[in-house]
């Protein structure tokens, strides 16, 4: 197969040509010929030649012209620059061979062949020459391309010995299944579940890079059933393993949760590409193992899982390596909040209810609402149409409320500073008990949202409360 037609990007026939002055042979290869195979647009290419990538990254810097800048990675040989948007990494042909308790390779030069051989999958593996006798026609040693058509995940070698090499691979693996829709053959499976505890070799921010690349797919219920079934997630998240199985009592059962919140998690996908958001959806009902209970007259209760939850997203995000800032105030904050909406379609809604929920909500109550639909869900089509059609009616209630009240980012009508001046006083908790009742009042509908009413009721407080007016 000759692929030249398909390298239009200039930066191939530059290399081509340094390629011929430098006598160096030359290869584009890996993940960038995957995904022009695939149709995928893909802007980091690797290219590979026997013999040094640094020289091959210097002499190509040259040719393109003196505003090039190329970074040198001499530890590993490697060399990297980038062009506008795109990243070109170079690399010697390397045959490696691991040590058992790192990933630190023992590198020796080698052919394409040696290099080909070393890669993670057969679909990773495959290499367009860029060399004058044969340029762009593919090189396949394993049937890459044929796996490429039937969505096959396989290693080159005995899948033992690749994910031995690198255990990240066996998340890659997951990974490429659950991003392409691709089917992990059971050899390469299998090892994956025979390798598993190798796993632990690996440092928790690179498991979690893979974790969050299968979070951001499509479908990511693939990936975490995938992880499932290989044992890996019960070493890498052993709490989302918690929420398997259902348990019955008196013929009353509760939901599997964890097939709920791979669909809660699914749901999500399809209204937002937002990691974090996907990550609340993971966490919503966490706590729920720890927070069960069962009793005649209410059945199976889950009393305080969204508080408990909320709290254990602290812990989760310790010990995973994920950030502990905005991030995860934000996931917390969605997990405290879940059950709110939801709740409201169950009774009477109440401007004074959704006016709270706007107040603590604040700028995420959109993100909220995506949460709480996407936690929709049962097997009866006609109860999950029947909360959806009350889900709208809160919606648009809470669309009305705010536009006519404006508590999403609730400022006080009357400030601390007015209210010391008015009464003449200092600092104290007289001014904390005043402002709150104000809020509490606009929340509640007793007064709006407005200067001269909150104005109003602060001098009625204030006579309350014994103090005099000493400035209107
Ligand atoms: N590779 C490997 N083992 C790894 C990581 C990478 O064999 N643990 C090889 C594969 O041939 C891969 C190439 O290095 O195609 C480039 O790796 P990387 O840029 O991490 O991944 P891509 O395959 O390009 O995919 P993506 O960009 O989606 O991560």
Redesign the pocket.
């Given at each position: 197969m000759n692929l030249s037609d398909r390298l239009t990007h200039p930066i191939f026939s530059t290399i081509g040509e340094v390629a011929a002055t430098e006598q160096l042979e030359t290869y584009v290869?890996?993940?960038?010929v995957?995904d022009l195979l695939l149709n995928r647009a893909?802007k980091?290419i690797?290219f590979v030649c026997v013999g040094s990538g640094m020289d091959l990254a210097k002499a190509t810097a040259k040719r393109i012209g003196s505003h090039v800048h190329v970074n040198y990675f001499k530890n590993f040989g490697t060399a990297q620059f980038r062009s506008g948007d795109w990243d070109f990494e170079f690399v010697g042909a390397r045959k490696e061979s691991y040590q058992r308790d790192s990933r630190k390779p023992i590198v020796e030069d080698g052919s394409l062949q040696d290099d080909q051989n070393?890669?993670?999958?057969t679909i990773?593996?495959l290499a367009i020459s860029l060399n004058k006798n044969d340029y762009g026609t593919l090189v396949d040693p394993f049937q890459g391309i044929e796996d490429l058509e039937s969505g096959i995940i396989r290693t080159p070698l005995d899948p033992d010995i690749t994910f031995s090499d690198?255990p990240?691979?066996m998340m890659?693996a997951i990974r490429f299944a659950t991003?392409l829709n691709f089917y992990i053959e059971a050899k390469t499976f299998e090892a994956i579940a025979r390798n598993k505890k190798r796993i632990g070799i690996i440092s928790r921010e690179r498991i979690m890079d893979e974790l969050n690349?299968i979070i951001l797919s499509q479908k990511p219920s693939v990936g975490f059933i995938l992880l499932d079934q290989s044992g890996l997630l019960e070493l890498i998240f052993p709490e989302f393993c918690l929420l398997k199985g259902t348990e019955t009592v008196d013929d009353k059962s509760h939901k599997d949760n964890f097939y709920h919140t791979l669909q809660v998690l699914d749901n999500i996908c399809q209204s937002t590409k937002d990691l974090w958001l996907r990550w609340a959806a993971i966490m919503h009902d966490i706590a729920k193992p720890q927070t069960k209970r069962f009793d005649v007259r209410n059945g199976w209760t889950f009393h305080g899982h969204e508080v408990l939850g909320s709290k254990m997203v602290y812990r989760l995000f310790k010990s995973m390596k994920l950030p502990l800032g905005a991030e995860m105030k934000f996931v917390q904050k969605m997990v405290y909040l879940h059950l709110r909406p939801i709740a409201l379609t169950k009774e009477e809604i109440t401007d004074s209810a959704l006016r709270r929920l706007l107040f603590e909500a604040g700028d995420d109550i959109d993100s909220l609402m995506k949460l709480c639909e996407a936690d929709i869900t049962s097997k009866n089509k006609v109860k999950v149409a029947r909360y959806l059609q009350r889900f709208e009616t809160v919606k648009q209630k809470l669309k009305e409320v705010e536009e006519k009240d404006q508590v999403r980012n609730f400022q006080p009508p009357v400030s601390g500073e007015l209210i010391m001046q008015t009464f003449g006083i200092k600092p104290s908790a007289a001014i904390g008990t005043i402002k709150e009742a104000i809020k509490e009042a606009i929340l509640d509908g007793k007064i709006r949202n407005d200067y001269n009413e909150a104005y109003a009721m602060m001098l009625e407080m204030g006579k309350t409360l014994g103090l005099t007016v000493v400035k209107q």
């Open positions: 290869v890996g993940g960038f995957r893909s980091d690797d070393r890669r993670d999958f990773n593996a690198d990240l691979r890659r991003q690349k």
